[in-house]
């Protein structure tokens, strides 16, 4: 697992600013995808020869009805109980004020490894420098002066980082699960939708405690199992061992086991609640699957609590279709893990889409497609230029990747992107993300 590593800072200090430097960091290496939901709180990035994940703890706090310090302070449980390290953001401008003292003592007794990053220094003069040393005075160590909106010492922020991540574990870099035969389901889903018991229906056995208290103090679980000769594991997220839960923090637990467990899956399914309707929480489970390139089978569970009318499921698909647009790809069921209904199906599809997820293409058979597929859509104008596609090859599995040449990379319009993914989803029947990469030919 990549290790983790948390922004926090009460509003309006730039965490926001900052992520999203991070996230056109990101985006410089990997390519991003159209569609995908935009409201995102994490972000892969790769530096110093270590990759690690940003985690905007800000974006998890609801805000309202909370006080401002409460919020901050949640924000810094959070990163003090789930990261390895902790950038704290705070403003530079504004001096060290009482909500910053709270945070400081909060995290100085962790003992976690902090960074304080005094941004909107805007230019590197001394009085500048000048401010940022006024915060040394909280006791946390190392000060990094910034300016987010500028982008000025964002890269020996970074430095910084990588200094302080735990040290690398083996394999770490990885970017895709371990390609061993055992095909790892991650069961991800709001709290109370049924996960664990789905994982008990599949097992048929009590051998994992179904509750209805939501967000009790349960461990992820991994749960190895024969099925019709395939080697499974089975990671049920709804338990994070947590203490002293608070009600609507336990939404947000969700996200991170997620995060967490999905890492090293080849395939997610993401539990939803029939008698609820599709909620921000579950696009953004769905949403951080399409992120991670995982396979994803989105379940409809609890569906005895629901009339067992063909229309109605057809309907429900449709609107569920339509709410997750950006997984399109993924294939829905309805089950009830409470009678066991339909739950053998979810285990199949979860094979079938493990198996796409590492599917390899022949690149003669490719570049016919590519053939085929400028002569029947030709490529736009794009600047001034036509775009011109040169060949196609498969750069990696877990997900499929493929590597286009071409004139103009930076060219080629989404659209066009879409078509090519289409295309490609067709002919090979594959169900799971894609990634395309666009190359300027050498
Ligand atoms: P968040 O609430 O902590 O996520 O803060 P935001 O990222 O939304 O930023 C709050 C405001 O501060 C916005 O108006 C930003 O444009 C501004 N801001 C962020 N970073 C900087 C910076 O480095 N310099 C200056 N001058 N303003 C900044
Ligand atoms: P988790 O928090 O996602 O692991 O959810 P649990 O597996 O603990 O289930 C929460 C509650 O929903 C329990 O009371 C279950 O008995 C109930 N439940 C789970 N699946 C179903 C289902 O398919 N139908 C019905 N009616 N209840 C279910």
Known sequence: M?????????????KSTLFNRLIGRRLALVEDQPGVTRDRHYADAVWGGRSFTFIDTGGFVPGEKDSLLQQVREQAQLAVEECDVIVFVVDGRDGVTPADVAVASYLRKSGKPVIVAANKLDNTTGTMQALAADFYKLGL????????????????????????LPPKEE????????????????????PNVGKSTLVNAILKEKRVVASDVPGTTRDPIDSPLEYKGKKLLLTDTAGIRRKKTIAHQVEKYSVIAALKVMERSDVAVLLMDATEPAVDQDAKLAGLAEERGRALVIVVNKWDLVDQDQRRQEAYRESLKHALK????????????????????????????????????????????????????????????????????????APPTFALTCNYPEGVPDMYK??????????FDLRVPIRLVFKERP
């Open 418 to 427: 879409r078509y090519i993914t289409n295309q490609l989803r067709k002919t």
């Open 326 to 397: 950006f997984v399109g790809y993924a294939p829905i069921l309805f089950t009830s893990a409470l009678t066991g209904s339909k739950v053998e199906k979810v285990v199949d599809v979860a094979v079938e889409l493990a198996e796409q997820f590492r599917f390899r293409a022949p690149t003669p058979q490719l570049n016919r497609l590519l053939e085929h597929m400028v002569d029947n859509h030709p490529a736009p104008i794009a600047r001034g230029k036509p775009l011109r596609l040169y060949y196609i090859t498969q750069v990696a599995a």
């Open 141 to 164: 160590g190392e000060v990094h002066a910034l300016s987010a909106e500028h982008n000025l010492g964002v890269n020996g922020l970074f430095d910084e980082v990588v200094e302080k």
């Open 2 to 14: 990549k290790p983790l590593v948390a922004i926090v800072g009460r509003p309006n200090v730039g």
């Open 171 to 190: 394999g770490e870099d990885d970017t895709a699960p371990p390609d061993d035969g055992i095909i790892r389901v991650a069961i991800i889903g709001r």
